[in-house]
């Protein structure tokens, strides 16, 4: 496929206040130059920071929706915030019926678990133990740090990782069978390193590190990343091309003063995305 416009299908819930998961995904992958098909998980009011939101599972809407595209294919599958676990095996029906049509379809899976050491308040063991099931169904995955932890079963001892922790974790996520690893938000002083893992060499894209940890900064960074690989970007350069927008956008938020829950302020910047994009190719 890969037309003029690539086709994205974006797995993950609409959150109407806070700037996180389909609200962010969905302009991204257009400005992009990406047709984002939206396939919704959960309405929240607000997202889980929040300290009061409603939340409507659609978990029961999902396998009437996905048969109804069971005549499209699509470049990428990219899913992040899940809402139940049978979500997950519904998901799994998904990734295998699309990889079956088109083999060239690659899956993109933001784990969305938690962060900063602490699971997501949606989040639990269970839900945890089916998304290291789907890891196997992913080309690349996302983890920020806790993720990796939670999913590997590693002790969580901070955001800060010496190389050598970083490829034993990567190692282990790709032993559950993903193609590519993403390790996110890895602390190096007052830097932040992402790593491009599959095995050999890991490769370090290094950005401008926030003192303050704004929500919804996973999904943007994975919403780039996506567009950038469905454009077809190389994974390390995507990743650059990430992790470079997310710096330009924390670095402006943090001018602004705004509360971390209110999420990154991505919205005056959305504009020099594409030129982004262009400059790095
Ligand atoms: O940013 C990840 C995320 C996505 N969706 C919802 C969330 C969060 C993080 O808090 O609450 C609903």
Known sequence: MCAAVP??????????Y????????????????????????AVLSKHTGFSHFSFTDL???LPAYLKSWNDLQFDMIYSGFLGSERQMSLLREFFEFQKAKNPACRILLDTVMGDDGKLYSTYTKALCDSMRELVQHADIITPNVTEACLLTGTPYHGESLHTAEAVALGDQLLS????????????REDMICNMTYTGGEPEFSVIHRTKCLY?????????VLCGALAVGQP??????TAGSFLSAVTQYTL?????????VLF???LRTLPETLTSSR
């Open 255 to 263: 001018k602004q003063n705004t509360p971390a829950e209110e999420g």
């Open 235 to 240: 994974l390390a350069e995507a990743v650059e």
């Open 215 to 223: 929500s919804g900064t996973g999904d943007l960074f994975a919403s």
């Open 267 to 269: 919205e005056p910047l």
């Open 176 to 187: 559950l069978g993903c193609g590519a690893v993403v390790i996110t938000g890895i602390v």
């Open 18 to 41: 806070g700037r996180c998961s389909l609200t962010m995904a969905l302009p991204v992958l257009s400005v992009m130059g990406v047709q984002a098909c939206p396939v919704p998980t």
């Open 59 to 61: 978990t029961d809407a």
């Open 7 to 16: 086709r994205v299908a974006c797995i993950n819930d609409l959150s109407g």
